[in-house]
């Protein structure tokens, strides 16, 4: 659904894209930095889970905010340096898809262990969140284009996740609720993504 929104955004990032270039980042290097903000997003959860202190929560779950947008900026901006220099290279896109997976799981883990979601709704979203770009990956490597089948790709789930942690600094339970949602809306995809697969190939 977003597919498209970030293909404009991707146009309109070339000057960053040229500044990041001259401070010498490759797809590569920024691919490791976005993984990194994941990790600092993971933590910040854990922490807002975690912390007695009643003012402390917020503050996590707005940095645990800033750090996974963050992350996925990062996302943006890697495939644009690659695009834009010709520094697109096989091994940089599996090495960056591995990355966004491990990326993925960090921050659910974050979310489960800090206590912020029901245990069995989290790994629900989290194994739906981790089949949604299986099963695209899987279609594609037999030639089968999957992008855009599908509600729950990565920047939808980002952003989902996103509105529900904000909502989190009011009430805790809103990220709870944003995890059953994404635990839904990722399954559903990926019996879509299955759906089509089956027509295709039929």
Known sequence: MLTKLKKRIQEMLGTEANIAHKLGFTPNKISIVGFILSLAAAGAYVMAGTCVTARWPALFLVLAVVFMLSSGFCDTMDGIIARTFNQATV????????????????????????????????????????????????????????????FAERAERMLILGVFTILAVFNLQALNIGIIVLAVITNITVIQRVHYMFKAVK
């Open 91 to 150: 091994f940089g896109a599996f090495f960056d898809s591995v990355l966004d997976r491990y990326a993925d799981v960090a921050i659910y883990a974050g979310i489960i262990i800090g206590g912020l979601c029901s245990p069995v709704w989290g790994l629900t979203a989290l194994a739906g969140s981790v089949l949604v770009s299986y099963t695209r990956a899987r279609a594609e490597g037999m030639g089968i284009k999957m992008e855009s089948v599908g």
